[in-house]
């Protein structure tokens, strides 16, 4: 089984954190990008049903990663989700490629949803993270 992975943003995101992930691996992932709503007269619906409909199944796991829930480029996907069996995540960032690109295509379906947990956990507000460990330390200094 192969793995193929398709990064579905917004304007130029995914060739953007894709210039990321190259830059801590290399090019050892070979990873499309979809571009959307960057050129006029473009049937996006159109390439992203083509996207998925050329997706061969029986030998090839298809991952699309997309920016936001609920935006056009996720919810057009959404809608491809019923008739072709690839996997669709939403809330694209650097940890959550990362995992998908090293994880095994063997693998991908069941890891998906710890891969997701993970990337969600990587996501915190570092201010409050910063004022707890201060405020954990000056009570462990209370005597």
């Not at 089984?1 to 830059?23: N, Q, Y």
């Not at 709503?37 to 990663?65: C, H, I, M, P, W």
Request: charged share 25%.
């Amino acid at each position: 089984m192969e793995k193929r992975i398709v990064l579905a943003t917004h304007g130029k995101f995914s060739e953007g954190i894709l210039t990321s992930m190259k830059m801590i691996f290399g090019e050892q992932t070979p990873i499309e990008c979809i571009t959307a709503y960057v050129e006029s007269g473009v049937d996006y619906q159109e390439l992203f049903r083509k996207t998925v409909a050329e997706n061969d199944y029986g030998t090839t796991e298809l991952v699309v990663l997309t920016d936001v829930l609920g935006g056009s480029v996720n919810n057009e996907f959404m809608k491809l989700l019923a008739e072709y069996p690839f996997h669709l995540v939403c809330g694209l960032n650097l940890a959550l490629l990362l995992e998908v690109a090293v994880c095994p295509a063997d693998m991908i379906a069941g890891q998906l949803p710890s891969i997701v947990e993970r990337a969600r956990e990587g996501v915190a507000l570092c201010d409050d993270l910063v004022r707890g460990a201060a405020t954990t330390a000056e009570e462990d200094n209370d005597f």
